[in-house]
């Protein structure tokens, strides 16, 4: 038997004669437990250590939009973040036939970040934490419609593969405003008013578009 458990591997081969056979064959008995692991609805401020420590974005920009959050909890601590929020844009929703203000039950899961080290020893943690969060998403609320998105820069959305979301294509090409600091650096403004910055228009690389249909 193969049992997975928080952070190592135990490995036992049963053993098993082929039916009409001579022939021994050893079969790995593959069971993920993740006894030590549960999920959680978390606030905005419990995203953050994650977020800004592990997270491709952060280096861009730091905000984030709060809205479903659920912590992958081990140990009484948040190794993991799941934030599902409305749709980006309200044209976004027309693209999949619903109204710019029809937007219930539309749903970006908008940040997804794992502890690199849980990522690395714990096999498929990312693809069982997102299934559950997706699954307590839906006993909540109404979910018509899981949008979510993959940088081309940094990875291709192997997970959303996983997870059976389907490919929709890559984004349309966008701008980006960053504001310039005191220290000479730059940082993205995510929204509200820019006529008061000094700063920059920057071109938003085009990302992998992937859906979930309910």
Not at 24 to 49: F, G, H, T, W
Not at 67 to 82: E, M, P, S
Not at 134 to 141: A, E, F, N, V
Not at 177 to 191: D, I, T
Request: contains cysteine; hydrophobic residues 35%.
């Amino acid at each position: 038997m193969y049992a997975w458990g928080c952070g190592y591997e135990k490995i036992i081969y049963n053993t098993y004669i082929a039916k009409n056979s001579h022939v021994r064959i050893k079969i790995k008995i593959l069971i993920m437990a993740k006894n030590d692991y549960s999920i959680s609805l978390i606030s905005k401020a419990e995203c953050v250590p994650i977020l800004n420590r592990y997270h491709y974005l952060t280096k861009e920009s730091k905000g984030f939009k709060s809205g479903y959050n659920y912590g992958l909890i081990k140990n009484d601590r948040v190794v993991g973040v799941c934030i599902f929020t409305g749709f980006p844009t309200p044209s976004v929703a027309v693209k999949f036939g619903y109204e710019r203000k029809g937007q219930k039950g539309l749903f970006e899961l908008s940040r997804l970040c794992i502890k690199p080290g849980i990522q690395k020893n714990e096999h498929n943690i990312t693809s069982w934490f997102v299934s559950r969060c997706i699954r307590d998403l839906k006993k909540r609320t109404e979910v018509k419609i899981i949008l979510s998105y993959a940088d081309a820069r940094f990875h291709k959305g192997t997970i959303y593969k996983a997870l059976n979301f389907k490919y929709d294509g890559m984004s349309a090409k966008r701008k980006d405003f960053y504001k310039k600091l005191k220290n000479g650096n730059f940082e993205k403004v995510s929204r509200g008013k820019l006529k008061h910055f000094e700063g920059e228009w920057r071109e938003r690389p085009s990302k992998h578009r992937f859906v979930m249909v309910f």
